[in-house]
Each structure stands twice: as C-alpha cells, then as structure tokens.
C-alpha cells in the first residue's frame, strides 16, 4: 500500500489480478511525485525528501526538525529475550528445539511419542503454545514429563519473553531437553528466535508437497524437517521426492527425516539427533564449569600470594 | 505475518528514543524492509495507523525501504539477486542458494519535533 495516501496495492499478490497503472499525489510539505501503482513499496530508492520542504534543506537550526538515528532492528527486543533464554540454556547444558508446523500436522503426537522413547535417556521438558487451552499440555503431562501450556490468545506465535517467563516456571534441570511447541502456523513463528538451538519443521504427507513454497519462511529458518505420517503414504498421491526437493530449494542446507509418529517409524534417527544435540549441550556446560573452577583456582593462588 | 507485533515493536523503539532524547513529537518514521524478510508491508501499514494513535509519533509518516534480497549460490559461487527465497539461481539455474541480504526490518531514522 502507498503509504502515503493509502492507495491500496502492496505485497498482497492476487492471482490474475494485474493493476499497473501510476499515480501522483502531494504530500503534506507540498511536495509531488509519482509512482508506479505496481510498486510493492512506497520507495524513494534511499532519498530523503528533506531538500523539498519549506525550509528547501534539512540543517540543524534552520527548521525544528531534527532527525534522529536509530538503525534498530525490529525485532530487537524478542532477540535480546532469545539471546538471554540462549545464555541460560548454555549455562545449564540445556538442548532447545523449537517445534514448527501448521496446525494438525500431529506435534503433539510426535512429542508424546518422543517422550516416551527418551524416557530413559534424557529429562525432557515441554512448552507448548497455542491460542486457547491447555489440551496438550495436558496430554504431555499424562506422560509424566513437565510441561507448561503457553496460551497466546489472539497472538499467532510464541515470542522469547513468553518462553522466559515459561522458563521460570518449568525449573528445567541441568542437562535436560527442552521441546517448545510453538503455536501451529506455518508462517509467523519463523521470524521470532526463542533462543533454540535449532527449529524443526514438522511436515505432514496429509499436507500438500508444495507447502515448502507457498510457506518459504519457515522451511528456511528451520534446520531440520520432519515428514510425518509416512505410514498414510500408500493411501495418498504425496510425492515425497519432490517435496523434499522444494524443501532444499527454500533452504539448501534443511535436514529430513521421514518419520511416522503414531507407528514408531523412523523414531530412532530423530531420537539420535536429539540425544546428539543434549549430548553436545551438556560438554558445553561442562567445558563452561571446567573454565570457572580454572578460574577460582587462579584467583586463589593469587590471593594466597599475597599478604593477608 | 505477526504484522502487529512488528507495529507495536516499532513503536517500542520510538517511544524509548523520545525518553532518551526528549522529542515531543515524530514526523516521519523510516523504515527498512528487506524484499526477503516476510512482512507484508499492507498489514505493517494498517497496524500501525493503529498502534501509534495517540503516542508521540500520532499521524507521522511512514517511509519504507524496500533493501533488495540477495543470496550466495553454492551452484556457481556468485552473490546473486533473489526475489524470492524459493527461486533459482538466475545465473546457473541451481537452487542451491542461501539468502544474504534482504532479510532485515529496521528502524532506520526518525524526523522529530
């Protein structure tokens, strides 16, 4: 949309629907220009239009203006909460995986699942987001693993405050595996950082092969990509070749796993590759203890040197 | 996508900037959006008509740049445009491309009073 004069054509894309035509309007310091309907934005191609305002310049003293540089990102805010809830996963040897998919592409199953394969091997912990209620948090405790339901209510994506603040709550022990459910949406979780280690993408072959095109975001924040409910392929026309090709094409470097939750299929790599990451967080906090008890030991010796 | 969470992280940013800096009033906010960050810049506008109602930036204007997307093709090692994360290389045809550039939403710069 020009966001100017609010003259409607922005990144909204309507098939079959071409409008190119341009437009001219003044802006409130006189100004005039046009632009070409079909603009996505409303650029001025890096210009700032401060030469054409009464004043003719923008120079500090000529006019009340002032501008102000602020460069920030926008998100800067949920990074600085992801980087914090990261630090506090280092510090505690704890492997975070952020679960994203759409809704009904069977997390919660998966999860359960998993639970009950790590049961031995691992503490495993679950936040789980949704809009509304606390049904898979319960179907995760009836596991007997800690879980805390996060309900975002007309929020369509778990941000890195409310996984802190989840965090409190959980008392995660050292060493142990963190599964974040994030709300199912295929679009909007891609672009907040909780403070993972690695979001996973769980596909179903219920879902269309093309859902990694129509989706592209998420297929490429994500480094892993479980195809779920292989066990359903004999029924259905999914073609997995070509859905794992669209996949690599969003992001060259994604993962796959062909996975079927409810009959077990293809559990144990998926299980692996968490353990290998659990296992890979926990020398981390090892590494960091070893690093601080050196450092106590060094700063003994020096203060036994010296005289009391 | 989450345009509304963007909106009111914007205004976030400009409301701690007029604490820091003691302006009263914002004239124009502007931004940059890169072609490959995902948001659509229609919401974003709509959100935040909204979200700034009655805050220090009331009414200002917003400026969007639009940073174009540009990834590194693995196929024939080149910086390359990308329009889309999707696409191929229009170079070599390869999909093998990783995005580089045009992922980011900023605040770039404020014009204040």
């Known amino acids: 949309m020009c966001t100017v004069c609010g003259c409607g054509q922005g990144e909204t894309q309507i098939e079959g629907h071409a409008h190119p035509h341009t437009h001219e309007h003044t802006h409130a310091d006189g100004s005039v220009h046009s632009h070409p309907h079909d603009a996505q934005f409303h650029v001025h191609h890096g210009d700032l239009h401060y030469g054409l305002g009464p004043a003719h310049a923008h120079a500090p003293g000529l006019t009340q203006a002032r501008m102000v540089r602020i460069e920030q990102d926008i998100l800067g805010k949920n990074n600085a909460y992801a980087d914090g809830n990261r630090k506090r996963f280092a510090e505690h040897g704890i492997f975070a995986v ?3 998919s759409s809704p009904g592409s069977g997390k ?12 031995d091997q691992a503490q495993v912990a679950v936040v789980e987001g949704d809009q509304q209620t606390s049904n898979d948090a319960d179907r995760i405790r009836a596991t007997g693993a800690p879980a805390i339901q996060v309900n975002t209510g007309k929020g369509c994506h778990l941000d ?20 974040i459910e994030n709300v199912g949406n295929l679009v909007c979780p891609a672009a907040f950082d909780l403070g993972e280690a690695h979001k996973v993408v769980i596909l179903s072959v219920t879902e269309g092969e093309d859902k990694p095109l129509k989706y592209p975001d998420m297929f490429n924040a994500a480094d892993l990509m479980l195809l779920n409910k292989v066990d359903l392929l004999p029924y ?18 994604l993962q796959v796993m062909q996975v079927s939750a409810s ?37 003994e010796a020096q203060l036994a040197a010296r005289p009391a | 996508m989450h345009e509304m969470s963007l909106a009111e992280g ?11 800096q003691g302006f009263q009033r914002v004239t124009e906010i502007r931004l940059e959006i890169g072609a490959l960050s995902g948001v659509e810049v229609d919401a974003l506008s709509f959100c935040l008509d ?59 710069d404020l014009l204040v009073e």
């Not at chain 1, 919660?108 to 049961?119: A, F, G, H």
């Not at chain 2, 914007?10 to 820091?20: K, S, W």
């Not at chain 2, 109602?53 to 590194?72: N, W």
Request: aromatic share 4%; glycine share 8%.
């Open chain 2, 10 to 20: 914007i205004l976030q940013i400009v409301e701690d900037a007029a604490a820091q």
């Open chain 1, 108 to 119: 919660t199953t998966l999860l359960v699942k998993s639970i009950e394969m790590l049961k």
């Open chain 1, 263 to 299: 009959i077990g299929a293809g559990m144990e790599e998926w299980i692996a590759w968490l353990m290998a990451g659990l296992d890979q967080a926990k020398a981390g906090r090892r590494q960091n203890v070893e690093l601080l008890n050196r450092r106590i030991a060094e700063l």
């Open chain 1, 236 to 253: 259905l026309s999914f073609d997995v070749e070509k859905c794992v090709e669209y996949a690599q094409r969003v992001n060259p470097k």
């Open chain 2, 50 to 108: 909204m979200v700034l109602k009655d805050s220090v930036a009331d009414g200002a204007r917003i400026e969007l740049e639009k940073t174009p997307g540009r990834g590194y093709c693995l196929g024939c090692g080149e910086t390359v445009p990308v329009n889309a994360l999707y696409e191929a290389c229009p170079k070599c045809g390869s999909y093998q491309v990783q995005a580089t550039g045009g992922t980011e939403m900023r605040v770039k």
């Open chain 1, 98 to 100: 952020n679960l994203v």
């Open chain 1, 160 to 179: 890195a405050h409310m996984v802190g603040h989840a965090l409190e709550r959980l008392n995660l022990p050292d060493d142990s595996l963190l599964m």
